[in-house]
C-alpha cells in the first residue's frame, strides 16, 4: 500500500515535522510512466530511501538514501577523524555514511541502469505490475482462493480457503513445491506473494493456484509426478519467491535447475 504523500505533507509542513519516505520496495514504481502517479507528492519530502536490490533487481546490497538538503549526511555521520579525511570533498563515503570501510555499491546501480536504460527499467516495473495484477485475476476467478488485499504494489496477498497459509506454505516448501511466505493482519492470515520476478511467465503463477488452491488433494503436484515436467519452472519460482530480493541468487538457482534435471 502507498501512503498519501500530498496529504502527509501537508500535515508535516507547518508542524516542522520531518517527513520521510519509506520507499525502499514500492519506490522503483517511480520509474514507470504508468505507476509514478502511486508516489504523489513523494517529492515534498525530507528523505526518501530506496533499495535498488530490491525491484530492480540489483544484487544484494544497493541502498540509496536521498535528502532534500545537501549536507545532512555528513552533518550527522562524519566522524572528523583526521587520520582519514583530509580535506572536504564529496568523494569518500566514508565521511557521509555509517560505515567507514565499505563496498561500492553505487557502481553496481550505475552499471545495471545503463545496461537496462531508462525504458528497460520501466518495463521491469510494468511488467512485474502486470503480473501481480494476473495473480490478483487468478485468486479472484478460483472459487477456493480468496484475494485478501487487492495489489496496490506487488504483493498479492491471498487465503485459501478453509487452510491456515503458515501450515500450507510451510507443506508446501516441504514438499519441495514452493517456497512463499505468510503475512498477517489482526487475526487474519495470508499467503503473500510477492510478483518481484519479470522472468516469471503467467503459467508460473497457474501452478503456484493450483498447487495452494488443491493442495493436499492434486495428485500431480506431488512429485516426483511433477519434476521432471516442472523443474526448470520450479527452480525459477523458486529462486523469485524465496529469493525475491538477489538477482544473483536467482541466476545461481536457475542454473542449478539445468544442471539436476
Ligand atoms: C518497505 C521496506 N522497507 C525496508 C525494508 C528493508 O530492506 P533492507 O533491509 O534490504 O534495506 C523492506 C524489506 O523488504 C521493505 O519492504
Redesign the pocket.
Known amino acids: 500500500m502507498y501512503d498519501p504523500f500530498e496529504a502527509l505533507a501537508q500535515v508535516c509542513r507547518p508542524q516542522g515535522l520531518w517527513l520521510h519516505i ?5 519506490g522503483s514504481a517511480l520509474l514507470s510512466r504508468q505507476y509514478r502517479h502511486l508516489l504523489k507528492g513523494c517529492e515534498q519530502a525530507d528523505s526518501f ?1 530506496w ?1 535498488a ?2 525491484m530492480m533487481g540489483v544484487p ?2 544497493a ?1 540509496v538514501v536521498l535528502f532534500r538538503q545537501k549536507g545532512m549526511l555528513r552533518k550527522h555521520l562524519s566522524e572528523k577523524a583526521e587520520y582519514l579525511y583530509q580535506g572536504e570533498d564529496d568523494y569518500n563515503p566514508g565521511e557521509y555514511s555509517l560505515q567507514c570501510g565499505r563496498r561500492n555499491d553505487a557502481l553496481k546501480v550505475w552499471a545495471a541502469w545503463k545496461y537496462y536504460g531508462d525504458e528497460g527499467y520501466e518495463a521491469r516495473v510494468n511488467r512485474q505490475f502486470a503480473l501481480s495484477h494476473y495473480a490478483a485475476r487468478q485468486v479472484e476467478a478460483d472459487p477456493a482462493l480468496e484475494l485478501v488485499q487487492a495489489p496496490e504494489c506487488l504483493n498479492v496477498c491471498f487465503a485459501v480457503k478453509g487452510h491456515s497459509a503458515k501450515e500450507l506454505c510451510r507443506e508446501l516448501d516441504e514438499a519441495g513445491l514452493l517456497k512463499v511466505g505468510y503475512g498477517r493482519f489482526g487475526k487474519r492470515e495470508f499467503i503473500r506473494m510477492v510478483c518481484i520476478d519479470p522472468d516469471l511467465e503467467e503459467s508460473d503463477l497457474d501452478h503456484v493456484f493450483a498447487w495452494c488452491g488443491r493442495w493436499p488433494l492434486w495428485p500431480e503436484c506431488h512429485p516426483p509426478a511433477w519434476t521432471a515436467r516442472l523443474a526448470p519452472d520450479f527452480f525459477q519460482m523458486q529462486a523469485a519467491f524465496y529469493y525475491n ?1 538477489g538477482a544473483a541468487y536467482h541466476v545461481g538457482l536457475v542454473l542449478q535447475g539445468g544442471l539436476v534435471f
Open positions: 519509506d520507499g525502499a520496495f514500492g530511501a533499495n536490490h530490491k544484494l546490497t541502498s530480493q
